[in-house]
């Protein structure tokens, strides 16, 4: 069946740097989407990305669509202390929505 | 904005006992889901609902699941007998729409965190 892996699992950063969380899918997917979910929270959607190689930018987040529709990328520059929490892609196939195990991000002062 | 609620928040009960979870989605959404959360792991898809009747589910989804939207509003998931290892957070979703291509976003509630004893 379809899986997602999403690295890394977690990623430590410095206020005010940069990083990137990686989402490969072992199928071709119709969409990717992305949420994030706070400590203690429920996943919230951020955004959807349907075209091949589709990039979207969302004030400090940018997020990326593979050429082939297999992976993508969510890149947040200049890391805030809101920016805590874990972010979980979702790859759309076969009519079900499958989550990645997700980035948990946390940001040292 | 409209929201997503489930209730309740927290469900504790003894093993092999049955316990509903209730969920009322969004108003003018069609398709249910539920997915699990157990601690610190990955959100997984258990079943998506639509048109009255289960549309895909997963492998963790056997015979002691059942969903049901008894009425207008209410879309819930009942577990049998319920396991140790079914103690979790499930989430309550729903969205406006879904096909080949394209699916709404999903909407989720706050969950109900199952302990299992």
């Known amino acids: 069946g379809q899986q997602v892996m999403q690295i890394p699992q977690y990623q430590h950063v410095q206020e005010g740097e940069d990083f990137t969380t990686y989402c490969n899918s072992s199928?071709?997917?119709?969409?990717i989407q992305w949420y994030k979910q706070r400590p203690g929270g429920h996943p919230v959607f951020l955004i959807q990305?349907?075209?091949?190689?589709e990039v979207k930018k969302q004030k400090r987040l940018t997020f990326q669509f593979g050429e082939a529709k297999k992976n993508s990328s969510l890149h947040i520059t200049a890391t805030q202390t809101t920016d805590v929490g874990t972010y979980f892609c979702?790859?759309?196939?076969?009519?079900?929505?499958?989550f990645g195990a997700g980035t948990t991000v946390t940001v040292r002062a | 904005e409209p929201e997503v609620t489930q209730t309740p928040s927290h469900q504790v009960t003894q093993m092999g006992q049955e316990v509903i979870l209730r969920c009322v989605p969004i108003?003018?959404?069609?398709?249910f889901y539920w997915y699990r959360q157990i601690l610190g792991q990955k959100v997984e898809f258990l079943v998506s609902?639509?048109?009255?009747?289960?549309?895909?589910k997963s492998e963790i989804f056997d015979d002691q699941f059942s969903v049901e939207r008894p009425d207008g509003s209410n879309f819930t998931l009942k577990i049998r007998s319920t396991k140790l290892e079914d103690s979790a957070m499930y989430f309550c979703a729903s969205s406006e729409a879904a096909g080949v291509i394209y699916n709404s976003p999903l909407h989720f509630g706050n969950g109900t965190r199952l302990t299992v004893t």
């Open positions: 199928t071709t997917l119709s969409n």
């Open positions: 990305l349907v075209k091949s190689g």
């Open positions: 108003s003018n959404h069609l398709y």
């Open positions: 609902f639509y048109n009255n009747e289960i549309s895909e």
């Open positions: 979702a790859g759309y196939a076969d009519y079900k929505l499958s």
